[in-house]
């Protein structure tokens, strides 16, 4: 057997975490094994125990790189759109359309990982890493640093992009993305 070189563990265990964070948002933790994770990148399961210490070490690695993303995103918001306000309005429309609910992979971690992260009793250090995404996430939606108007807004949108995936397929998923929509932008909005 040939060893692997140290650059080429570190590049397999990045295509690791990239795959389970998409796969897990996508089809929920337990809807993913340890096999089917390192078929997909063309591994071996003896390879992740290699590379892992155990499938929650891979889960909070998983969430952390889907918090990474979201970040991405939302400075991308930030710099594509100018000022903060219009960043966030159109953060918005995007969570709440039809692209976002129908491509749960490279969607919203909050909405990806909640249903996994709530229903696991030992959850800890994914549900700390959980925690502080979503802390992240609502500051960035906040209206002003000292406000904690971003949690209730963080709350609605994964609660809509969930119900939306939810019922996707019927008149009721639409209903719910644009009322939705059209609740966060009234003046008064939850």
Not at 71 to 96: I, N, P, S
């Amino acid at each position: 057997m040939s060893r692997v070189s140290q650059a080429q563990a570190l590049e397999n265990r990045r295509r690791a975490v990239a795959a389970a964070s998409q796969l897990f948002r996508e089809r929920g933790v337990n809807g993913i094994s340890v096999a089917d994770l390192m078929k997909s990148i063309g591994l071996t399961t003896g390879g992740f125990y290699k590379q892992f210490a155990s499938k929650e070490a891979l889960i909070t690695e998983a969430a952390q790189a889907a918090f990474g993303d979201l970040d991405v995103l939302l400075e991308a918001f930030d710099t594509a759109q100018g000022d903060h306000d219009t960043a966030r309005g159109a953060l918005v429309d995007f969570y709440l359309s039809a692209e976002h609910r129908d491509q749960p992979g490279t969607g919203c971690p909050a909405a990806g990982f909640a249903g996994d992260t709530a229903r696991e009793p030992t959850a800890g250090e994914v549900r700390e890493t959980y925690a502080a995404g979503v802390e992240k996430f609502a500051a960035w939606l906040s209206t002003d640093a000292n406000a904690d108007d971003g949690l209730p807004m963080v709350a609605t949108l994964v609660g809509a992009i969930l119900l939306a995936r939810a019922t996707a397929g019927t008149g009721l998923s639409e209903k719910i993305l644009e009322s939705t929509r059209k609740a966060l932008a009234a003046p008064d909005g939850p």
